[in-house]
Nanobody, 129 residues
Framework: VQLQASGGGLVQAGGSLTLSCAASGRTFNHYQMGWFRQAPGKEREFVASISLNGARTEYVDFAEDRFTISRDNAKNTAFLQMNSLKPEDTAAYYC???????????????????????WGQGTQVTVSS
C-alpha cells in the first residue's frame, strides 16, 4: 500500500487542522492505521492509531483530549483532526499502516513504530504563538 499524507500547514495557536492520509489499493480495511510526528531535533513519536474497522482508537497523552483519529474505509483514507493546537505541536506528521492484517484482529491498535510496515511522506504542521 502507498500512503499520501496531506493537510498540513501554518496555523495560529488555538486553531485546528485536519490531516488526511490517502491509501492506494483495494484492501485498506485490512490495515491498521496510525499517525506519528517528528519535531526538529527530536525522535519520531506516536500520536494516535485506529483499528481496522475504526471501532477502537488509541492516543498518546498529549493528543487524548485534542486530537481525533478516524478512517473512511470506503474512501481509503485516514484522518487526524487536531484542535486547540499549540506551538509544541509543530512537527512533520506521518501516517503509517500495518498490514495486511487478518480480520480476526480487527479490534487491535498499535503504537510502536516497528509495528507499522508502510509509511507516507510527512506533512508539515507549524503552529505559531
Amino acid at each position: 500500500v502507498q500512503l499520501q499524507a496531506s493537510g498540513g500547514g501554518l496555523v495560529q495557536a488555538g486553531g485546528s487542522l485536519t490531516l488526511s492520509c490517502a491509501a492506494s489499493g483495494r484492501t485498506f480495511n485490512h490495515y491498521q492505521m496510525g499517525w506519528f510526528r517528528q519535531a526538529p531535533g527530536k525522535e519520531r513519536e506516536f500520536v494516535a492509531s485506529i483499528s481496522l474497522n475504526g471501532a477502537r482508537t488509541e492516543y498518546v497523552d498529549f493528543a487524548e483530549d485534542r486530537f481525533t483519529i478516524s478512517r473512511d474505509n470506503a474512501k481509503n483514507t485516514a484522518f487526524l483532526q487536531m484542535n486547540s493546537l499549540k506551538p509544541e505541536d509543530t512537527a512533520a506528521y506521518y501516517c503509517a499502516a500495518r498490514g495486511p492484517v487478518d480480520l480476526r484482529y480487527s479490534g487491535l491498535t498499535y503504537r510502536d513504530e516497528s509495528d507499522f510496515n508502510y509509511w507516507g511522506q510527512g506533512t508539515q504542521v507549524t503552529v505559531s504563538s
